[in-house]
């Protein structure tokens, strides 16, 4: 018997599934149900919320915030060994476990969810995806979003980079998306041991909760001032803007920054200006763009 349930201990589901981890899919299973609890507490009190999990593997994450008291867990998972797995848990929580069988980068969960209480996304992400995941997300228009809270496991490297403070060795287009459109923190540290197989990296779970009125600014006007400043981040804004305009000296004077910073010198809210800006001097037509896929 686990601390959380009475299903069998997870190295006993993954021998009778046969669910060894693929690397091609990018698994590294989290075994000890006391952290996969510690995850699930750290999505906040989560009686009438429906969680989002992507990536549930064998189902220790799942298990934990059910029995932490979820109203229903829709977990997206692309492994069909795993969804044999997790049907056992959809029989020890009846009605309060739909599994998906899919790829989360190319599914849309809304029409599963309902509108009865909030949702949360609450994953371990396989890593080999996890930002484009967050991208995606983040991106989401209209915002607010429909998820209330982020909970998400990531390489550290990655972690850092999402809450990286202006200035940072970290700092750059993800730090300034996620940033922009939510409050992040990260929470703890997670060792390589505590996986099968272990990663070469320690893992860290990070909280973003969004904002519900971010600075005014267009998405894809925000994503090309960032591309471009932080595609030659060593140069001073005078010239990596270039790429935007021949001239960028009156872009930068309508944003008020200095033409001389550097990209990992400018705050959140002057890239935001810097947005506005491009978009007043190119009258670029309105719009909105409703997915991301990577930001380096």
Not at 165 to 170: F, L
């Amino acid at each position: 018997m686990s601390a959380i349930d009475d299903l069998p201990p997870l190295r006993e589901v993954i021998r009778r599934h046969d669910l060894s981890a693929r690397k091609s899919l990018g698994q590294n299973f989290l075994l000890d149900l006391n952290l996969t609890a510690r995850i699930a507490r750290a999505a906040g009190p989560l009686d009438g919320v429906t969680v989002v999990e992507v990536g549930p593997g064998p189902g220790g994450l799942t298990r934990a915030l059910l029995a932490e008291g979820a109203r229903r867990v829709v977990a997206i998972e692309r492994d069909a060994r795993a969804v044999a797995a997790l049907a056992e848990i959809a029989a020890r929580w009846p009605d309060r476990l739909e599994v998906i069988e899919g790829d989360a980068l190319e599914l849309d969960p809304t029409p599963m969810l309902t509108r009865a209480g909030p949702v949360r996304i609450v994953a371990n992400l396989p890593y080999n995806i996890a930002t484009a995941l967050l991208v995606g997300w983040l991106s989401i228009e209209p915002w607010p979003p429909w998820f209330d809270r982020l909970v998400l496991m990531f390489q550290r490297e990655v972690a850092e980079r999402i809450v990286a403070p202006v200035g940072g060795k970290s700092y750059g287009r993800l730090a300034v998306l996620s940033q922009w459109r939510c409050e992040t923190k990260l929470l703890f540290d997670i060792a390589p041991s505590a996986f099968v197989p272990p990663p070469k990296v320690t893992s860290t779970v990070v909280r973003l909760v969004p904002r519900p009125a971010p600075l005014p600014c267009r998405l894809p006007a925000l994503e090309r001032v960032t591309a471009a400043a932080f595609g030659q981040r060593r140069k001073m804004l005078r010239q990596s803007l270039k790429a935007l305009l021949p001239d960028p000296l009156p872009l930068i004077a309508a944003a008020g920054l200095d033409p001389t910073a550097r990209a990992e010198t400018v705050p959140v809210d002057g890239f935001v200006a810097l947005a506005r800006a491009l978009d007043a001097l190119t009258a670029d037509p309105p719009g909105v763009r409703t997915a991301a896929t990577s930001v380096p």
